[in-house]
């Protein structure tokens, strides 16, 4: 059995040893940080969106920077847009669970908001119209998938396409990225 949790642990190891060597995915990172920190600078909010384990993960990078990560210090505006179950299980009912985050993001989402949406597969269809509703609204679309970044590749400002296909090691990777992001743009808003 210990051999098994070694090589769950290598494989992990492995995926962000990858992220670590590929140049274009470290410069998405400076470029993500840099928009954000734009964004919450002038004004604008961060909405996250995901579903099952990546809605988790939405959840938690947007509590990052609406309650802090380090530092103490004012809230920022963020939040995933899942976490209002009347709304989310009305649109869902009444339209198609596919339109849940774009009706959202329609009503609420602003010229400089930013999108953050997570799916490992990059197909997610709620995910994916989130995004074309964000680029409608003028928002900056940032995606989290895996190695292909399936559809949300087209559609995404900045696209982290984690170099594997395993959903456990994306996600990992998927948090992450999203906590050096979140320290990151955190030192740059409050040295």
């Known amino acids: 059995m210990q051999n098994r949790f070694k090589e769950i642990i290598n494989a992990s190891i492995q995926v962000?040893?990858?992220i670590l060597q590929d140049a274009q995915m470290l410069q998405n990172l400076q470029q993500a940080i840099e928009l954000i920190t734009q964004a919450f600078k002038n004004g604008n909010k961060v909405l996250?969106?995901?579903?099952?384990?990546?809605?988790?993960?939405?959840?938690?990078?947007?509590?990052?920077?609406?309650?802090?990560?380090?530092?103490?210090?004012?809230?920022?505006p963020s939040e995933?847009?899942?976490?209002?179950?009347s709304y989310l299980t009305a649109v869902a009912n009444d339209y198609s669970y596919?339109?849940?985050?774009?009706?959202?993001?329609?009503?609420?989402?602003?010229?400089?908001?930013?999108?953050?949406?997570?799916?490992?597969?990059?197909?997610?269809?709620?995910?994916?119209?989130?995004?074309?509703a964000a680029k409608a609204n003028g928002m900056i679309t940032i995606g989290f998938t895996g190695s292909t970044g399936g559809k949300m590749k087209e559609c995404s400002d900045i696209i982290f396409n984690v170099p594997s296909t395993?959903?456990?090691?994306?996600?990992?990777?998927h948090i992450m990225l999203g906590h050096i992001i979140c320290e990151m743009v955190e030192a740059n808003l409050f040295a």
């Open 16 to 18: 962000k040893q990858s």
């Open 48 to 76: 996250f969106c995901g579903n099952g384990g990546s809605a988790a993960d939405a959840q938690h990078l947007a509590a990052e920077f609406s309650g802090r990560f380090y530092k103490n210090r004012k809230a920022l």
């Open 80 to 85: 995933a847009l899942h976490c209002n179950t």
């Open 98 to 132: 596919d339109v849940i985050y774009a009706r959202i993001v329609e009503g609420t989402g602003l010229s400089g908001d930013v999108l953050i949406g997570l799916s490992t597969s990059g197909n997610s269809p709620n995910i994916v119209k989130a995004f074309e």
């Open 166 to 173: 395993d959903t456990p090691r994306i996600q990992e990777s």
